[in-house]
């Protein structure tokens, strides 16, 4: 028996000296290779100490349409973007959340309630190097259904899920739709350096799990060893089946004024979105102040503000409080589309899961939108949204 107690102590101390060398040493978020030239975003996080997004040629005609929301940038930036397919990554909005990281240089944005009364955004990267981004939380099966509509096998970055056994079940929706270890960007099947905690980019304490942060670059690295960049392991594109939105240059008045406030909880996360003339691009408030990205320091803005209505319900499924969300992302509903200062009442509609979201005026024809970023605001049916 002494013998057995022995052994079992030299092999536990052999296993944590090991253990000990190499988590000591684990590599810290490496810089990304591609085409363009590196900046440093800057902060206090530990994480912006040894990672620099990529920046293109600012100087470069810009000729090349980004099918994700009808930006032009030039041609580098599109050989770079050629390469991998459309990331999206679950970022949080709660108090301790902010100011967030990467949300300004996404594509597209999705924006929710995802349970008491917190909003939530899915950030839709394809044209642009966000650089860090977070703090990254966990999916939602409503989520999951508009970044469908991209591809059959988007890039889906996310820390776990909800799981309840219903219709709310994310984690087990991920895999029925055949994502599991392929398009699934799972932290919790993926790890370090991909995904690492910060406690210190936000420079004062927060709770644990508004800490994590990853790097788009990494992200589309990991897409990459499972074969899956702008094709997948079959040597589909990814856009053989997307359907892009209908852009143009719109005259933008400097003299418009335009204020769209949503209430949703208040507080905290009531928002206002107010339109600036100068350069035509919606300014958002979160909570009474400047939402701001910490990449940039700047206050996050949006080309396009889309106001869905949905119908709002609980998922019934024993989670905690019954605080699981669900919305009727699929049909038709009400729709208010603002651009360059000017509001469309229009009609949403979304045959099912993989189906592109369609918005039409009351004519029937199809609404155009701005060059520039896209920014979807979840409300219920009846929710107050006013506009000065």
Not at 118 to 131: E, K, M, N, P, S
Not at 144 to 167: C, I, K, Q, R, W
Not at 277 to 287: I, Q, S, T
Request: proline letters at 4%; one cysteine or more.
């Amino acid at each position: 028996m002494k013998k057995v107690i022995l052994l079992g102590f030299i092999v536990y101390i052999v296993t944590a000296g090991v253990s000990y060398a190499v988590f000591s040493k684990a590599p810290s978020i490496t810089k990304p290779e591609g085409t363009g030239s590196k900046s440093n975003p800057g902060g206090l996080g530990k994480i912006d100490n040894d990672y620099e997004a990529l920046t293109f040629d600012p100087n470069a005609p810009k000729t090349e349409v980004c099918p994700l929301n009808g930006v032009k940038y030039g041609r580098d930036q599109k050989e770079w973007w050629e390469k991998h397919r459309p990331l999206g990554v679950m970022i949080e909005n709660h108090v301790e959340s902010r100011p967030q990281s990467g949300l300004q240089a996404a594509d597209v944005i999705y924006e929710s309630v995802a349970e008491g009364g917190i909003t939530r955004f899915l950030a839709v990267y394809h044209c642009q190097d966000a650089g860090i981004v977070g703090p990254v939380r966990s999916a939602r099966t409503y989520f999951l259904d508009f970044m469908s509509e991209y591809t059959e096998f988007p890039l889906y970055a996310h820390v776990g899920g909800a799981n309840s056994p219903g219709p709310a079940n994310a984690l087990g929706q991920i895999e029925d739709y055949g994502w599991g270890q392929y398009n699934d960007l799972s932290q919790f099947s993926i790890g370090f350096p991909t995904f690492r905690r910060d406690e210190s980019r936000l420079g004062r304490e927060v709770a644990t799990e508004h800490t994590m942060y990853s790097v788009t670059s990494k992200l589309w690295d990991i897409g990459a060893k499972r074969k899956l960049t702008n094709v997948d392991k079959d040597g589909e594109a990814w856009d053989a089946g997307f359907t892009p939105y209908s852009f143009k240059d719109a005259s933008a008045s400097k003299n418009a004024s335009q204020t769209i406030s949503i209430p949703w909880s208040g507080g905290n996360y009531s928002i206002e979105w107010t339109y600036n003339g100068k350069e035509n691009a919606y300014l958002r408030n979160n909570g009474g102040t400047a939402h701001t990205d910490r990449n940039t320091k700047k206050q996050l803005s949006a080309t396009n503000v889309v106001v869905l209505f949905m119908r709002e319900s609980r998922a019934n499924d024993g989670y905690e409080g019954n605080a699981h969300m669900l919305y009727g992302t699929k049909g038709t509903g009400d729709a208010m589309v603002f651009t360059a200062g000017k509001q469309t009442k229009a009609t949403w509609k979304k045959e099912d899961r993989t189906s592109h979201l369609v918005l039409t005026d009351a004519s029937g024809q199809e609404v155009t939108l701005s060059p520039g970023k896209l920014w979807f605001v979840v409300q219920a049916i009846g929710a107050n949204v006013t506009v000065k």
